[in-house]
């Protein structure tokens, strides 16, 4: 069993910077491809950004491309994204999640329980 608790949201200024955090207990965390996911109010939950057990491959959306680098680091167990230029359409529910590799998102393993970015204008 695994339980992810994100931390790190909060209300920022447009392009202003956040730093999410996502703490995994259990000690397989780096046998999972870690992502994270957002929803925005009235929208469905979308994809952010995922990275590898190694940490060795990222992928993003192309709206945050050039703007947020996810990261891991295995030996805290803690996956981060790292959010500079933020815009007010970034606001949302930021989840983070686990699925095993070669496996879809939708039979991510895990979920966090969310922490909310607010980006004002």
């Known amino acids: 069993q695994v339980q992810l608790v994100e931390s790190g949201g909060g209300l920022v200024q447009a392009g202003g910077s956040l730093r999410l955090s996502c703490a995994a207990s259990?000690?397989?965390?780096?046998?999972?491809?870690m992502g994270w996911f957002r929803q925005a109010r009235r929208y469905e939950r979308e994809f952010v950004a995922s990275?590898?057990?190694?940490?060795?491959?990222?992928t993003y959306a192309d709206s945050v491309k050039g703007r947020f680098t996810i990261s891991r680091d295995n030996a805290k167990n803690t996956v981060y994204l790292q959010m500079n230029s933020l815009k007010p359409e970034d606001t949302a529910v930021y989840y983070c999640?686990?699925?095993?590799?070669?496996?879809?998102?939708?039979?991510?393993?895990?979920w966090g329980q969310g922490t909310q970015v607010t980006v004002s204008s």
């Open positions: 999640a686990a699925k095993r590799a070669f496996t879809s998102w939708n039979e991510a393993d895990y």
């Open positions: 259990g000690r397989t965390f780096s046998n999972y491809v």
């Open positions: 990275i590898s057990g190694s940490g060795g491959s990222t």
